[in-house]
């Protein structure tokens, strides 16, 4: 092995195109693990509704519109801390404040929102603030559109408000505020519309914030699972994850399985007799069902069964492959030479004999990542996947069992494994290059 | 006379074999058998250091018991303290002969001789088909799902990959050949996940192909329609498990071919004016097949243990379905009970192949 072989990756376009992939991949990695720390990630992955009330629900990522020929609404959200809101406050006689708040907004897409909720806060003693809504469309009509008393927080989902349902002739408000009474199928309104909220509160130190969010049906860069949470941050932080344990669980692996064909063929006898008995017997085990147990009867954690997973493959059928190869490398003239000047067995071992085969080993191990970065997702899908940490194969296990193949949303499976099978191929175009490279009875073919 | 001799001879030669493939084949099966006890010991342990296994049985003396109180009438007349004391005193006796008051290390040899005689207990929530609480019964009602369909896959791509494989090397550098080499790299992901892409091209979008399942409900009642419907539900698991599969064996048999046409005997039997058929058949095939049997043996193991997700994407109702709905219900002696029959297949596998094996290689020594 030099540096000649290396260079001569570059004939081979399948490789170059696999390295670039991985570099990117291990980018996307560093980039998520500085900017996303893992402790956020992990509370905010699991914050629900209070991290995650703006977004919609299972919906596509925004630029899937770009293929749409009836672009889907993205989400509106209006608070009333924010600037530029105008806010009129007029004090009347006694106690009494009226405060009127005006939205405008541009509506634009070819479907209705996913749904209108508002959330209010406010401050009072005795008596809660009452608020009137009211709704004005494009086209001039003016709607009443609720009015009721908040309490402290209050929560008012528009669309199961019946007394607005009836009001729409029996559409739900996402539908009916939006929708174009002149059209005979139904279909949304564009143009400007204004949402006018007035409340009155009844003490001197009273006051309400409000925040109304019209529910689009697109998000972010990569769309939202069933609890509004925003794929892009699993998807961000499922590259480290598989890389990792890809990595390490290949690399591990198949050092280890050097290092013990190496000793056995080394000192022969009853060490390398032991050795191959281990190996068939590990060959019959269920590997499979044994981690699923572990994971079923233990711990999920992702390192554990990591774990558990390399010393069940270290006494792998590889050993046999580098047995025979050993086999031919100890009876070598430097070998024999090394022995005679006195050098240790160690010595042996680890400087002669296993850096002999490690022009086999390279692309061996390249091609060994994906099937752990797969073992991995394949747990997940099991619903074995790490409680804490959202990982590729958990999102497909989720969109899975959340029927995500039934209802269509087919975004939510096709992210994380359009990332696997990235992740996947580029490993093996590499090692598949590799192997050509370094192996060389198949030079050339 | 030298014919008499010879055929003397031959016949020697016939017994020797024999002789020699039945002590291999006794040796391999006392191995694999060891090999066998040995994973479900591992089996056990893993499952009884959370003390699941001694739940289990505990758990089914105590049921046994309160059925047998009552059942019986002549506990009719107590009253439930002394029913309750009753059931405490028969439980402590139960448990003490069979042991369970014993230390671990003689109990899990107790437990071995359960596995290994596949005396797999009662399961905790599930049931078979026919209503029966039996872990045998459960899993052997399975089995012939998963064997079926990954039979069926897997006898399928071995062999259409071993032919398009020896064409290949014959048109070594064509088109099909590099784009073979090219697709190589698809097998990185397993079955389900290209089980995932053709549900929802095939089931979800074009909606031609069913979602999964392995009949139609409800099942036809005619056999040749039932059959053709088992047909149609088993075209994308084929088709997944082939995908993942087929375009790496075809390549690593293709290289594996190259390098034995690259023989001076087969140089020599080009020489001597050989057709390209009898070429391949008496000096690639021929030298190449102990290797290729041992493939196959390896192959299979993989695809048995695949069959938990594969048969969870395509809800197939074989064993790996059977696995998961365990794994889901927490119902350990259904997980243990598969565990013990995955062990019992892989063995089943190598040893029939090893058998094999014995037949078509000469050099098979023992041991």
Redesign the interface.
């Known amino acids: 092995m030099n540096l000649n072989q290396f260079r001569e990756i570059t004939r081979y376009p399948?490789a170059i195109f696999g390295l670039v992939i991985i570099l990117i991949l291990v980018g996307i990695s560093i980039y998520t693990v500085i900017a996303l720390p893992y402790s956020e990630t992990v509370v905010k992955w699991r914050g629900g509704d209070m991290v995650w009330q703006d977004n919609p629900r299972t919906v596509p990522p925004t630029w899937t519109n770009f293929f749409r020929s009836k672009k889907l609404p993205e989400t509106i959200i209006f608070r009333s801390t924010d600037e530029g809101v105008e806010k009129q406050v007029t004090p009347l006689k006694d106690d009494l404040t009226d405060i009127q708040m005006t939205y405008t907004f541009d509506y634009t897409a070819d479907d209705f929102p996913q749904e209108i909720i508002m959330f209010f806060t406010s401050t009072f003693e005795k008596k809660a603030p009452y608020i009137s809504l009211t709704w004005t469309t494009p086209d001039g009509r003016e709607l009443d559109i609720g009015d009721f008393s908040i309490d402290k927080t209050y929560t008012r989902r528009m669309s199961q408000d019946e007394k607005l349902t009836r009001k729409l002739n029996g559409q739900p408000a996402e539908i009916g505020l939006f929708a174009d009474p002149n059209s005979e199928n139904l279909k949304p309104l564009k143009g400007t519309y204004t949402l006018t909220m007035a409340g009155l509160t009844f003490e001197p130190d009273s006051s309400f914030d409000a925040k109304t969010v019209i529910y689009g049906k697109v998000f972010g860069m990569a769309g939202t699972d069933h609890l509004r949470r925003d794929l892009m941050l699993a998807l961000l932080w499922g590259t480290p994850v598989a890389l990792a344990f890809g990595l390490i669980g290949a690399v591990v692996t198949s050092v280890l399985t050097l290092v013990i064909a190496a000793t056995g063929t080394w000192y022969g006898g009853w060490v390398d007799s032991v050795i191959q008995r281990i190996t068939?017997?590990n060959?019959?085990?269920?590997?499979?069902?044994?981690l699923?147990?572990?994971g079923?009867?233990?711990s999920r954690s992702l390192w554990l069964i990591l774990g558990v997973i390399i010393l069940l493959s270290i006494f792998g059928?590889s050993i046999k492959g580098y047995r025979a190869m050993f086999l031919q490398e100890k009876e070598a003239g430097y070998i024999q030479a090394a022995k005679s000047y006195g050098a240790s067995n160690t010595r042996i071992i680890f400087q002669y004999l296993i850096p002999r085969v490690v022009p086999v080993l390279i692309p061996s191990l390249v091609?060994l990542i994906?099937?752990f970065v797969?073992l991995e997702?394949?747990l997940a899908?099991?619903?074995?996947g790490d409680p804490l940490m959202p990982t590729w194969g958990k999102i497909?296990d989720e969109a899975?069992t959340n029927g995500a193949?039934?209802k269509?949303l087919?975004y939510w499976?096709?992210e994380p494994?359009f990332m696997?099978?990235l992740t996947?191929?580029s490993?093996?175009?590499l090692?598949?290059a590799l192997d050509r490279i370094f192996n060389p009875?198949?030079r050339g073919? | 006379m030298t014919a008499d001799v010879q055929q003397a001879v031959g016949r020697q030669a016939k017994i020797d074999t024999l002789k020699r493939i039945g002590k291999y084949t006794i040796v391999r099966f006392f191995?694999?058998f060891?090999?066998?006890a040995?994973?479900i010991y591992?089996?056990i342990l893993?499952?009884n250091?959370?003390g699941?296994v001694d739940e289990i049985r505990k758990a089914e003396i105590r049921e046994n018991i309160a059925i047998q109180i009552s059942m019986n009438p002549q506990y009719k007349k107590l009253s439930t303290e002394e029913r309750k004391q009753l059931q405490e005193k028969l439980v402590a006796l139960e448990e003490e002969r069979l042991g369970l008051n014993k230390p671990f290390l003689i109990r899990s040899l107790a437990y071995l001789k359960d596995a290994l005689t596949l005396n797999l207990g009662r399961a905790m929530n599930m049931t078979s088909d026919s209503g029966s609480r039996q872990v045998k019964l459960i899993l052997l009602e399975r089995l012939p799902a998963t064997v079926l369909l990954f039979g069926t896959s897997f006898l399928l791509n071995f062999f259409v990959s071993l032919f398009f494989a020896l064409m290949l090397s014959r048109r070594?550098g064509s088109f099909w050949d590099r784009f073979v080499?090219?697709l190589?790299?698809?097998?990185?992901?397993?079955g389900?996940?290209y089980g995932?892409?053709l549900?929802?091209i095939f089931?979800?979008?074009l909606r031609i192909l069913p979602?999964g399942g392995m009949v139609d409900a409800p099942p036809p009642e005619n056999p040749i329609l039932y059959a053709l419907s088992v047909a149609e539900h088993m075209i994308l698991p084929l088709m997944a498990l082939a995908i993942s599969g087929i375009f790496l064996s075809m390549y690593s048999w293709r290289?594996f071919f190259?390098?034995y046409s690259s023989e001076d005997y087969v140089e020599m039997a080009k020489a001597k004016g050989l057709t390209e058929r009898a070429i391949e058949r008496r000096y690639i095939l021929r030298p190449t097949l102990p290797y290729i049997v041992t493939s196959f043996a390896?192959g299979v193991?993989v695809v048995?243990?695949?069959a938990?997700?594969f048969e969870?994407?395509f809800n197939w109702p074989g064993i790996g379905r059977v696995?998961?709905q365990a794994?889901?219900l927490?119902d350990i002696p259904v997980?243990?009970g598969?565990?013990v029959l995955?062990?019992y297949l892989?063995?089943v596998t190598?040893f029939l192949l090893d058998i094999i094996y014995a037949f078509i290689d000469p050099r098979v020594k023992i041991g």
């Open positions: 399948s068939e017997i060959m019959m085990l269920p590997v499979l069902p044994i699923i147990m572990v079923v009867f233990y059928a091609v994906p099937s797969f997702a394949s899908v099991l619903g074995l497909i899975r193949l039934y269509g087919y499976v096709l494994s696997l099978m996947g191929f490993f093996a175009m090692g598949f009875r198949l073919m | 191995m694999l060891f090999a066998v040995v994973g591992l089996t893993i499952a250091m959370g699941y070594y080499v090219a190589a790299p698809t097998s990185a992901a397993p389900w996940f995932i892409f549900i929802v089931a979800s979008w979602y290289t190259l390098i390896l193991i048995w243990q695949g938990i997700i969870t994407v696995y998961y794994i889901g927490f997980i243990v598969t565990t995955y062990a892989l063995a190598v």
